[in-house]
């Protein structure tokens, strides 16, 4: 309980600046508002005109709201169309809280300039090189390329190739425990083949387990591996977060996904599990799956309750749980922000 | 005799003039943007990239060719204020420096899809622009020439074909690989400068004869990148090494194959870039070192004017190209002895 009471005082660092934790309301955490495949914005067949993106994006947002959500987390990181400028305009048109992520991955979305520097060699990014580029995001801001420093990142992402985790991506997952540690932002990671195993990893940077979210486990090879209940157990958060999509993409359905859930809740591992759909709200060279904000509020919420869970333990899913670990762990904070202050003068 | 595209249009190949054919006005690896270390105030960075532009006009040079690919911080509307405040006539190319720094969203791309991507670079437009391709920019990825690289080499052979510009190569690693993909698509080798053969690690006096002989340009186009300087990247080489290359490449013969130019950047986007390095290193060290090698002065007019507009005049579009024969045209040797 004591935990609770600390982390109900914490800030989260949105796109606007910073906002109590539980100010929050619903949380989406697992979304992407604008996805770029990286290079699509020099393609002649790319559409980027920005006043269509914007009011695509803010009808997805407005109807997220007037279904009850209040904040979504893009967590798509640095390099695939993140545009915190229009972020920023699209949380004050909309109301909705947006925190924007640091953060890279997986390798095959990565680019010459992490993958093969000048240097002979071309030895790709350590971990400490990563974190020092993810850090910065979130005590300086967020960077518009070549131009100036935004609001600050309030999580650290990346993802691991599904088929199991290959060198760079360790060093992506390092370099984000390290920030995490750093800068008290919680982690967010979607695991390769193996999730407790990338979790450990993870864990061996020296990073509270409670500070670490570990997506992609309503996948169906993680789901018959029971690695939900085993992350959830080591005391890392659990991120069931395609709700919405199926086994004809790899997942489980939404009733088999409920049900997990409620096993969960059953289990006492309630407080360790976050839901969301992966939903990409305007997607620019890349396919898709077609899901809207709305979906888990207006669909899957009723099929948590066929499937027993209780109201107030929604609640926790869509609320409690996030607000909590996206707020920012205050002694890393001060420590960090002081320690920049006093470099800037 | 022809045209080439600029980024302010087509001009006449007559008024090309001294033309340095592999430079950047900056080049930066995709991503690096991302890092602040590398940020510079754009006034700055305005100001010296003017800077030497304005001296290579003060050389008489008139013609630059900017080898940057797309995503490696070509910046095509920069491109054209530079040029309208210089005087300088600036080309700009369609394709990759590499296939290891084409972004993502190209990689899985198929042979025709890089083709129509030439293609509408060369003849509708760049980044939306009317400003339009003056060469295919291909070259080898660090581990070699990839599947992905030879994927490249074959739509810039395709788009040369078909809309008669010229390929410029990064790097003359595995040249035969090179040439037969070029060769089978129906690309003449004329119409390929096979570049960077003087970098210090790759330097090969057999090969350049191979690609002069069989008409293809040779590329002494690193040239400054000097072992004597300070901080000097791993690809740089001691002076007078390449001086002895190059005048050993022109005693063969071959002065019409060659190409001489300083890959260097105005300013350098995601790395330090060689400091005191500019195109002007041409003028004011290369030059004089080959004049006191003996070199007569009608070379460097060779060098410096006749054959880059040679190289970079479109050819007449061959639109019903058939990739699959006429492999003897790419072999005709055009060897001046």
Request: glycine residues 10%.
């Amino acid at each position: 309980m004591v935990e609770h009471v600390e982390h109900r005082s914490g800030l989260v660092r949105t796109v606007l600046g910073l906002v109590p934790a539980q100010e929050l309301g619903v949380v989406l955490i697992h979304e992407s508002l604008l996805s770029v495949m990286p290079g699509a914005e020099y393609a002649p067949e790319i559409d980027m005109d920005k006043s269509k993106i914007f009011d695509i994006l803010h009808r997805k947002l407005t109807g997220f709201r007037r279904s009850g959500g209040n904040t979504i987390v893009d967590h798509r990181g640095m390099f695939h169309g993140r545009d915190v400028k229009l972020y920023e305009t699209l949380s004050k048109t909309t109301g909705v809280h947006i925190i924007a992520s640091t953060g890279l991955g997986p390798e095959r979305m990565l680019s010459g300039y992490f993958t093969t520097p000048q240097t002979h060699p071309p030895t790709p990014w350590p971990a400490e090189q990563f974190a020092g580029l993810f850090i910065k995001e979130v005590m300086e801001g967020i960077v518009v390329p070549r131009v100036e420093r935004s609001g600050p990142a309030g999580i650290v992402t990346s993802i691991a190739t599904q088929s199991g985790i290959v060198q760079i991506e360790e060093n992506l997952f390092r370099g984000c425990a390290q920030t995490g540690m750093a800068t008290g932002v919680p982690v967010s990671l979607q695991y390769g083949a193996n999730a407790l195993k990338d979790l450990e990893m993870v864990l061996s940077e020296g990073i509270e387990p409670h500070r670490v979210i570990i997506g992609g486990l309503d996948r169906l090879d993680a789901v018959k591996r029971k690695e939900a209940f085993a992350v959830a157990e080591r005391g890392a958060y659990v991120a069931l977060d395609h709700v919405g999509w199926s086994t004809r993409e790899g997942y489980i359905d939404d009733r088999e996904r409920a049900r997990l859930i409620a096993e969960l809740f059953e289990k006492g591992l309630g407080e360790r599990v976050l839901i969301s759909t992966n939903a990409v709200g305007c997607a620019k060279g890349h396919e898709t799956k077609d899901i809207d904000f709305n979906y888990l509020l207006v669909q899957f919420v009723p099929i948590l309750l066929q499937a027993g869970v209780l109201n107030e333990e929604i609640r926790i899913l869509l609320e409690e749980n996030p607000q909590r670990v996206l707020a920012v762990d205050a002694p890393a904070t001060v420590k960090r922000e002081t320690a920049a202050g006093s470099k800037q003068k | 005799m022809g045209k080439v595209n600029t980024v302010l249009g087509p001009i006449a190949s007559e008024d090309l003039g001294i033309t340095a054919m592999h430079e950047h006005i900056g080049f930066g690896l995709p991503g690096c943007d991302l890092d602040t270390q590398w940020w510079k105030k754009p006034e700055e960075a305005f100001d010296v990239t003017i800077q030497k532009l304005r001296r290579f006009r003060e050389h008489d040079g008139k013609t630059f060719v900017d080898c940057t690919g797309i995503g490696n911080g070509r910046d095509i509307e920069y491109f054209q204020v530079l040029s309208r405040r210089t005087g300088v006539n600036i080309v700009a190319v369609t394709g990759f420096v590499a296939g290891d720094s084409a972004l993502p969203y190209f990689r899985n791309k198929t042979v025709e899809y890089l083709t129509n991507l030439f293609i509408h670079e060369i003849t509708v437009g760049i980044d939306g622009t009317s400003a339009k391709a003056g060469a295919v920019k291909v070259g080898v990825s660090r581990e070699g020439l990839s599947e992905l690289d030879q994927r490249i080499y074959r739509a810039a052979a395709r788009a040369a074909v078909k809309t008669g510009v010229p390929i410029i190569t990064h790097l003359s690693t595995e040249p035969e690989l090179a040439i037969d993909i070029f060769e089978s698509e129906g690309l003449p080798l004329n119409r390929v400068l096979m570049g960077h053969a003087d970098v210090g690690q790759d330097a090969d006096e057999e090969r350049d004869k191979m690609i002069a002989s069989r008409g293809g340009y040779v590329g002494f186009d690193t040239i400054g990148y000097d072992k004597e300087m300070e901080n000097a990247p791993y690809w740089s080489r001691p002076r007078q090494d390449r001086v002895k290359h190059f005048l050993s490449f022109l005693e063969k013969g071959f002065l019409e194959r060659a190409v001489i130019s300083a890959d260097a950047n105005c300013c350098a986007l995601g790395w330090p870039g060689l400091k005191g390095h500019s195109v002007n290193y041409l003028f004011e060290e290369f030059i004089p070192d080959l004049r006191k090698a003996g070199v007569a002065e009608d070379v460097f007019e060779q060098l410096l004017v006749r054959t880059p507009a040679n190289f970079l005049t479109m050819q007449e579009p061959s639109l019903k190209a058939n990739p699959l024969s006429n492999n003897d045209i790419g072999c005709v040797p055009i060897i001046k002895s």
